[in-house]
């Protein structure tokens, strides 16, 4: 390497200072000879070769990353558009009411809220909402914006200066369950419906998702579902903390395959978290920097606010720029926190010559030379750069401080992020920092500050919002209805099946001819994580396409198939590969898009069912918070169902993870008819009755007779339980069964018709069936058999009415489905199902004499589904023998019965049990 380290640092910083360097000027001629004579490809070549050499110095901050300075240098900085003065007085205001709120919410109770997240961000809000953030208008959708969730208290004070919330919404904070409401912690649409639009407070959600939102406007678009002019930005504002989630940075690549240049995240390098600093042993923005670079996105670097362009325009050595990055994040929260003094001697006081650079300024000064995040003409600078910039997406890496203004309180301490309280005399050291008219002798209530309707202040920022469209956050959603078909278009899944079939090859059914109705055809988006073929539903990809934006480049290997692989520009299936976070994320933005864009579709989510919630979960519950509609397939389910996969792939819990989440209702069902019953229902009630609900459907590869529908169960099906088939009136053992019990204990005895009822889902239902008939063929016991399609709504509807008998205890009690639907039954209740028994679990209190349940807690293994369904005890015979302990249990019939069935059925009762602890 013949440029010494001196000449590069010198010539960066000379450049930043705009002092017209030699160096500079020569590069550039040359770099534009290369263009002319030898075309883009050679030069690129040209310059990579060079880049590769650089990265080869001992230089941390050369290759994937660039010197510590701002990207955009002074001069390139254009001019700033707004009242800059006027602004920051908007801004004080906003920083002391988000304080106050906290602050005033702990004085009294101790429900938390956070001061120093939105302190270090204000600017980066403010720049944003006075010059870049679009609302939505008749033909604009309006800009998307993720905003950091625990920066919620200044988008709450912005919009008490807006005069969209009032006092007392401030002094509610954080209490939503005071008389008249009250604001929500952080943004949750499902509490604050007409506020925010997206949850964000999760770290690592807002991130991925706002990557496949902003590929979902362009899928939208491309399939003519949209008619903007203007494309929307997409803007996430995240912590520095937040990057390492592995949910945030996992998927960035998307963004430069896609070009999502209408993307943009801001990343509020406070170089704090919760406990400390981020990165107190090295750089978090260079880190950072490196691989959003490497991962082909447009990063600009918002270091050093404007105080610093005259040190680095009068540092010719070179050594300003060398000493910054000699110190790590550890050191640079240091100097916020000590005097002026010790970053003179520490920081300055290295090197004789920039010592010499500070001699003009008081030591007080030094800790008010500003970092670029806050600065309003960098950051506005940065922001531009960014809306403009084209082909790629772009993350700002703006570096602030944590709790910026809070001094004493919590100013760059560790402490900070959890700082509530302050006393009077921070109060009054914030107030005069910021200028806030408030007086001593209130100040110690902090009491909220919003200026005059007529006041410059209001009126700029009513003006501002006004010229841009309108405020945010606000989630606006206009009423719309689809055309969906109505139940009898499905009166062919009402048939019985000519073959045996799956459930999940009855959905695939179920979805073509929904992809074949007029009403909704265009608005139903497929979304797969790499499983068509699993589901057999590759069949799709010829019809109906894989969405890309760019096309097919290339011939399929298998163009002369039936279902070839089909790449489309107007593709409709979201073919995500494997990632069901990102797969849930496109569900999500699908089943927001009615709010978001005004343009309801309808999200078919298939993936491999343990991958869902018990992987994604958290997205899962996100879901329910935003309001998303739409189905969620859980392919592959049970425990037994999945044959051969094993422990890491049998799925027998995720129903019980989706009844968790309020807004789903979880379905388990045995046939085809119920499938299309419950599709035909959700429909209705999604988008028609516009319900703000999700439905997760366990779906099975195991096939079996789909036997027609029987009359009048659809109410039963969708409430969740429902006869399938009575056992017979009066069963005769056959010769060789075991006679009805005569030995004079309990209630049987020869001749009395012993009743039980089995509950069955999925297609464990078949264990019911086959159990029914050995009970009454072998025992003499007549079984009804049920189909169980969803615990959740069972138990849901009793702990409604339940908690009503227990408010008015005086009234008539109400009395739920499920007890007025067994309330008749004699005899005793089983439930059997390829789940962990905590799902059936879920009603037993509500079942007349309780309910004994057979399911499949523990750990799957690979084998085949007899043995599994053995090993589980949730087969055929297994359920004759839970039934008729049951009744033993009951005294119903002699328990030596139980014992000989164990021994005629060839069942060992020593058997391992797979349940662990
Ligand atoms: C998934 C998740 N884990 C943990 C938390 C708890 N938590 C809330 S804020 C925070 C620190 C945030 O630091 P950073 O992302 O740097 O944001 P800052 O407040 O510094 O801007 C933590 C750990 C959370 N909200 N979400
Ligand atoms: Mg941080």
């Excluded at 969906?484 to 899944?493: C, S």
Aim: hydrophobic content about 35%; aromatic content about 10%.
């Amino acid at each position: 390497m013949s440029i010494e380290k001196k000449e590069i640092y010198g010539s960066r910083s000379a450049s930043s200072s705009g002092n017209g360097d030699k160096l500079g000027e020569s590069l550039q001629s040359v770099f534009e000879l290369a263009l002319e004579s030898q075309g883009p490809e050679r030069t690129a070549q040209l310059l990579e070769k060079l880049a590769t050499q650089l990265r080869s110095t001992p230089r941390p901050s050369l290759g994937q990353t660039t010197p510590y300075l701002n990207t955009i240098s002074v001069e390139d900085q254009p001019p700033y558009p707004g009242d800059w003065r006027v602004e920051r007085r908007i801004k004080s205001l906003m920083r002391w009411n988000a304080m106050a709120m906290v602050v005033k919410a702990n004085s009294t109770t101790n429900v938390g809220g956070h001061i120093s997240t939105y302190a270090s961000a204000a600017t980066l809000y403010e720049i944003g909402f006075n010059h870049f953030f679009r609302g939505a208008t008749e033909s604009f959708p309006g800009d998307i914006i993720y905003f950091q969730g625990h920066a919620a208290p200044g988008m709450y004070a912005r919009a008490f200066l807006e005069g969209r919330l009032d006092e007392k919404h401030l002094q509610n904070f954080r209490q939503e369950l005071a008389e008249g409401g009250g604001l929500s912690s952080y943004p949750h649409p499902y509490l604050m419906p007409d506020f925010w639009q997206f949850p964000t407070v999760s770290m690592g959600l807002g991130p991925i998702m706002s990557l496949y939102q902003a590929r979902f406007n362009r899928y939208l678009h491309a399939r003519g579902l949209t008619n903007w002019k203007e494309e929307p930005k997409v803007w996430a504002f995240l912590g520095d903390g937040e990057s390492d989630e592995v949910d945030t940075l996992g998927a960035i690549t998307l963004g430069a395959r896609e070009n999502l240049d209408n993307l943009i995240w801001v990343i509020n390098c406070n170089l704090q978290r919760l406990d400390g600093p981020v990165r107190g042993n090295g750089k978090i923005i260079q880190e950072l920097e490196g691989l959003f670079r490497g991962a082909g996105w447009n990063v600009i670097k918002v270091i050093w606010g404007s105080d610093w362009d005259d040190l680095f325009a009068r540092d010719k050595s070179g050594l300003l720029l060398q000493r910054m990055e000699e110190c790590v994040d550890g050191d640079f929260q240091k100097y916020v926190v000590e005097p002026g003094s010790y970053t003179r001697k520490h920081f300055f006081g290295k090197y004789p010559e920039l010592l010499a650079l500070v001699t003009h300024l008081k030591d007080e000064q030094l800790p008010k030379l500003m970092r670029g995040g806050h600065d309003t003409r960098k950051v506005y600078a940065a922001y531009k750069v960014a809306v403009e910039h084209q082909g790629q997406p772009t993350v700002i890496l703006a570096k602030t401080v944590k709790g910026y203004g809070l001094g004493e309180a919590g100013e760059g301490k560790n402490i900070s992020h959890q700082q509530k309280k302050m006393n009077e005399k921070e109060l009054r050291e914030f107030r005069e920092r910021f200028e806030i008219p408030i007086s001593d002798d209130v100040i110690a209530e902090t009491p909220f500050y919003r200026p005059p309707a007529d006041s410059v202040e209001t009126k700029y920022l009513l003006e501002r919002r006004k010229a841009l469209g309108g405020f945010l956050p606000a989630r606006i959603v206009k009423p719309t209805t689809l055309d969906v078909p109505k139940p009898d278009y499905f009166v062919e899944f009402f048939k019985e099946s000519r073959t045996e079939i799956s459930t999940t090859t009855a959905f695939g059914s179920v979805l073509r001819s929904l992809l074949r109705h007029k009403g909704i055809n265009k608005n139903i988006v497929p979304i797969i994580p790499d499983e068509a073929r699993t589901f057999g539903l590759d069949v799709l990809f010829r019809e109906i396409g894989i969405y890309s934006s760019k096309g097919q480049l290339y011939e399929p290997v298998d163009s002369q198939t039936l279902s070839f692989y089909h790449e489309a520009k107007d593709g409709q299936i979201l073919e995500e590969g494997i990632t069901e976070a990102g797969s849930m994320a496109s569900f999500i933005a699908s089943g927001t898009s009615y709010a978001t864009h005004g343009v309801p579709t309808i999200p078919f989510y298939i993936y491999y069912s343990m991958f869902g919630p018990q992987r994604v979960g958290d997205l899962f519950w996100l879901a329910g918070d935003i309001r998303a509609k739409g189905f969620l397939l859980g392919a592959t389910s049970g425990r037994t169902t999945l044959n051969g996969e094993g422990l890491q792939h049998q799925d027998g819990h995720s129903l019980l993870h989706a009844s968790t989440i309020p807004t789903c209702l979880p379905y388990d069902p045995a046939f085809g008819y119920e499938l299309a019953v419950i599709v035909a229902d959700g429909l209705r009630r999604m988008y028609v009755e516009n319900e703000d609900i999700f439905y997760y459907l366990s779906l099975y590869n195991e096939n079996h007779a789909m036997p027609p529908m029987p009359p009048g169960v659809e109410d039963g099906i969708l409430k969740g339980l429902y006869r399938f088939k009575a056992g017979p009136e009066n069963p005769h053992p056959a010769s060789g069964g075991h006679p009805l019990p005569s030995d004079g204990r309990g209630a049987g005895g020869e001749g009395k018709n012993l009743k039980a009822h089995i509950f069955g889902s999925g297609p464990i239902i078949q264990s019911a069936l086959k159990a029914q008939e050995i009970l009454a063929e072998k025992y003499g016991v007549s079984a009804d058999v049920w189909s169980a399609t969803s615990y959740k709504l069972l138990r849901t509807d009793a702990i409604r009415c339940q908690r009503w008998n227990m408010m008015h205890p005086t009234e008539p009690p109400k009395k739920s489905y499920i007890e007025t639907l067994l309330a008749k039954e004699q005899g005793t209740f089983v439930a059997v199902s390829d789940n962990i028994r905590t799902v059936s679990d879920q009603i037993a209190p509500w079942v007349p004499g309780g309910l004994f349940t057979l399911g499949t807690d523990g750990f799957g293994r690979s084998d085949t589904r007899a043995r599994l369904r053995r090993y589980f005890a949730v087969d055929a015979e297994s359920t004759v023998i839970g039934t008729l302990y049951a009744l033993a249990e009951k005294n119903l019939i002699s328990r030596d019965i139980v014992a000989q069935a164990i021994k005629d059925l060839g069942v060992d009762p020593e058997k391992m049990q797979p349940q662990i602890v």
